[in-house]
């Protein structure tokens, strides 16, 4: 066991997670320290607008660049994947004027049939926030893709430092919910524009230099058309997963007020922390990795095994903690105002781990060509997440009930997900 562990220490794969983890942690320090100044200044009313406005980009936001994106990683040639990053954002700039028409056209029946009157002073803010997204998701997957990792990890550092400083400090002033909304469509903006610029700089991640072979392109059409399975089914199963991870705030707010999707948006921002901190960096450098292990012909079952065993020894300590002790723990660090938070936490932390071991299942799909079958799971998933917090509603009239009854069935979900693909592999 301790040669094993010496042996994944010293591996190339486990330096480049430390580096990407070391990025993500200080980010996520950075939001955890201005967390219990932020909560004190906001009201829950407040995080409860800006949970909604965020559910509704996040369903949103993969319509668009078509989910193209995603795809970047995967061409053998970089002049392909510059293609895709054009692509990309062609799409994204004509999707948002799209949604900018249809929202000033039809802002009032949309508002009144999905119930959105807290958020209709921001709504016109969502297509630029969907163009900002596109941007930052092209910006971090050419990162992934080139392995400028050191570069990602200090970028989402600054961003975080920036982002926290101007909510602690507008806050002091204007503890407004237009105030978190704003900055939360900047952000996105914020980060692409510090990643553009940094691989600007980096010899090794030019996008001019990778255009170098200009001759030997690939049309846009056909990068389109060879990576369609991104807009035909990555797309629509995105958009389903982020209306299932959305549909908690959406329902509470609307069942309970914005004070009950106040304290899920909290307690789902810190229960986070441990997924995007190691979960996620370990899917950032392991979705090259198990490209090149395809490419060059081998199994990548073992891989995959080994990182979501790994993400399970890992993440059972910090949330078993959330367990035991989330009212206590919430209401110390972010007020006694936030101890109902803590109690939804309890039952979002066994959730929460699945979904970590889950990350590089979720990273192999495009990859083993499982688009489709995924979209098909997603339309299950969605109506199995929407009958749990009915339950709640319905049978229990509490909102502890309905974020226990979502909770549990997104273990279910995600534990059948990760067997599946598996044994597909």
């Not at 993500?24 to 955890?32: D, E, N, S, V």
């Not at 990576?227 to 991870?245: C, G, K, V």
């Amino acid at each position: 066991m301790l040669a094993h562990a010496q042996r994944l220490t010293q591996s190339k794969f486990a330096r480049n997670v430390a580096i990407v983890a070391s990025g993500t942690a200080g980010a996520q320090a950075i939001t955890l320290a201005f967390t219990p100044i932020i909560t004190r200044l906001y009201s829950p009313e407040a995080f409860g607008v800006l949970g909604t406005f965020t559910s509704i980009l996040v369903v949103l936001a993969p319509v668009a660049a078509l989910s193209y994106p995603i795809a970047i990683v995967l061409p053998k040639r970089d002049v392909d994947a510059v293609g895709l990053a054009e692509l990309s954002i062609g799409i994204a700039v004509a999707m948002s004027l799209l949604v900018s028409l249809i929202l000033m056209l039809f802002k009032a029946p949309i508002v009144n049939t999905f119930n959105l009157q807290a958020v209709e002073p921001f709504i016109l803010l969502l297509p630029l926030a969907m163009l900002f997204s596109a941007a930052m998701a092209v910006m971090s997957q050419w990162v992934i893709r080139k392995k400028l990792f050191k570069l990602k990890a200090k970028v989402a550092v600054l961003q975080a430092l920036w982002i926290n400083s101007a909510k602690a400090g507008i806050g002091l002033f204007s503890p407004l919910s237009a105030v978190l909304i704003v900055l939360a469509t900047l952000g996105s903006a914020l980060h692409a524009l510090m990643l553009w610029a940094a691989v600007r700089k980096s010899s090794d991640g030019q996008m001019e230099v990778a255009k170098q072979s200009k001759d030997t392109d690939s049309p846009g059409r056909a990068l389109a058309w060879r990576h369609r399975d991104f807009a035909y089914y990555r797309t629509p199963q995105i958009m389903l997963n982020a209306a299932s991870e959305s549909m908690p705030v959406l329902m509470l707010a609307s069942f309970f007020g914005p004070a009950a999707a106040g304290f899920y948006a909290l307690a789902k921002m810190a229960l986070v922390v441990p997924s995007q901190l190691i979960g996620q960096s370990v899917a950032d450098v392991f979705y090259p990795k198990f490209v090149e292990t395809l490419h060059d012909g081998k199994n990548g079952k073992s891989i995959i095994l080994k990182a979501c065993i790994s993400l399970l020894v890992i993440g059972v300590f910090p949330y078993l903690i959330i367990v035991f002790t989330g009212p206590v723990m919430f209401s110390f660090i972010f007020g006694s105002t936030w101890e109902m938070s803590g109690s939804y936490s309890q039952w979002m932390a066994v959730w929460l781990l699945v979904v970590m071991v889950s990350r590089p299942i979720i990273s192999t799909i495009p990859v083993l060509g499982l688009q489709k079958q995924f979209l098909i799971f997603e339309v299950l998933a969605l109506a199995i997440r929407g009958a749990a917090i009915f339950i709640g509603y319905a049978f229990f009239a509490s909102a502890i009930s309905a974020v226990a009854f979502f909770s549990l069935a997104n273990v279910a979900i995600y534990v059948f997900l990760t067997v599946y693909v598996i044994s597909r592999t």
